[in-house]
């Protein structure tokens, strides 16, 4: 557990078909999430990407960049390098959870998500937004614009929108950690089934029949 805590904070971890290791020859998937695609306080076998990339390592590789208490700033911050090293043919950003709950300027998150989009795009990436919300003390106003950030930018640059994959979690007390912030491991097959196809549909555009090994 030591060693897989060093390689999140790195942004590193590589899921693949065990053991985990990339495969030269198919196509690179780069995840780029928080806490909640890191899959804190449980096993990294058990969080949601982990689930979805075990469904893929036939045809595609899926790496984790996840950290958790990751910003939009902190994940704008890691991507070139990560796109450099990986070469990915579909970026998945799963990012602004953090920025909201410390009340962030909106003008600066949605710069940020835009600067990654951006930058994803032009090294040839498709990209996927994963949109997050927040609780709604934080002001009706702030919480409505900071959801419409994720279609805004996502119709900016014309990249897939999942839907909110939290929305059947985040009220039902036995499926969050008693934080009340993070999904348990129970929670984490209805949060992938929110965005399978979604993410499945992405794939198939990314990747033409040539490019996936079957």
Request: aromatic fraction near 6%; charged fraction near 15%; charge should be negative.
């Amino acid at each position: 557990m030591r060693l897989i805590r060093s390689l999140l904070l790195l942004g590193l971890f590589v899921l693949t078909a065990s053991p985990l290791t990339l495969r030269a020859e198919q196509p690179n998937v780069l995840v780029m999430g928080d806490s909640i695609s890191a899959a804190y306080g449980m096993d990294i076998e058990q969080g949601w990407v982990h689930l979805w990339a075990s469904s893929q390592t036939s045809r595609l590789n899926v790496v984790n960049a996840s950290i958790s208490g990751e910003t939009t700033a902190g994940g704008l911050s890691r991507l070139a390098q990560l796109l450099t090293q990986h070469q990915p043919r579909l970026v998945i950003i799963e990012l602004g959870g953090n920025d909201g709950l410390r009340g962030y300027p909106l003008r600066q998150i949605e710069r940020n998500l835009s600067a990654m989009v951006e930058l994803s795009q032009s090294q040839g990436a498709d990209v996927v937004i994963i949109p997050m919300q927040i609780p709604p003390n934080y002001g009706a106003a702030y919480t409505h614009q900071f959801y419409r950030i994720y279609a805004t930018v996502s119709d900016r640059y014309k990249a897939t929108l999942t839907p909110f994959f939290l929305e059947d979690v985040a009220l039902q007390q036995d499926l969050m950690q008693s934080d009340g912030i993070h999904p348990t491991a129970a929670a984490q097959p209805i949060m992938l089934d929110a965005i399978r196809a979604t993410l499945d549909s992405a794939v198939e555009r990314a990747f033409t029949a040539e490019q996936i090994t079957h």
